[in-house]
């Protein structure tokens, strides 16, 4: 009579046997991956952490100044505040408050194509609140432009349409390469 031999237990693999740490590594290595693809942007004007912003230690530009930050130099050449509404026909967006409109032109100074996202740039009153971009209204009154790839040396004249309270005085827009440049103010 003859012991019945044992069935050979499969061998799994050491990533099948711990699917928990295998998908925390799998997590780490998704955020060093997003993390290096965002921070590509080039060359930034951002200050050392812990250092006060440049904003209260430089004087503020005004309309028409070229300011660099990363791989783009913008230019604002105007701002419409108390805008109701943007569009035409069907195809409209009305402001909870009121829209300020900026125009600006956006030229890349770097050597590969840029990203410009309308999302990265902040509105300021006089009282220092931040505003952000309405990406719905800037669609709808530029044609498209929340999201625009520039070549090199190229540049795009966009507007950028913030939604703010009624009565809202905007005093500077604070213009960024990217959504983790240092950024730069212009004073409108």
């Known amino acids: 009579m003859t012991t019945p031999q044992p069935v050979p237990t499969e061998k799994r693999n050491w990533f099948f046997r711990h699917k928990i740490l295998t998908g925390i590594l799998a997590l780490i290595v998704l955020v060093i991956v997003v993390t290096a693809v965002n921070s590509g942007s080039g060359d930034t004007s951002t200050s050392s952490p812990g250092a006060p912003a440049p904003e209260a230690t430089e004087p503020v530009v005004g309309l028409g100044t070229p300011l660099r930050d990363g791989k783009f130099e913008f230019v604002v050449t105007g701002a419409q505040p108390g805008v109701p509404s943007v569009g035409q026909d069907f195809l409209t967006e009305t402001a909870q408050g009121e829209y300020v409109l900026v ?86």
């Open 103 to 188: 125009t600006m032109s956006v030229r890349n100074i770097g050597d590969q194509a840029q990203s410009f996202t309308t999302s990265a740039q902040k509105l300021l009153d006089g009282q220092g609140r931040q505003y952000s971009v309405d990406d719905m209204a800037t669609i709808v009154l530029d044609q498209g432009i929340a999201f625009e790839q520039i070549n090199p040396g190229n540049a795009i004249e966009a507007t950028i349409v913030f939604d703010v309270p009624v009565g809202t005085v905007p005093t500077q827009i604070e213009l960024h390469d990217s959504l983790l440049s240092g950024g730069v103010t212009i004073g409108l």
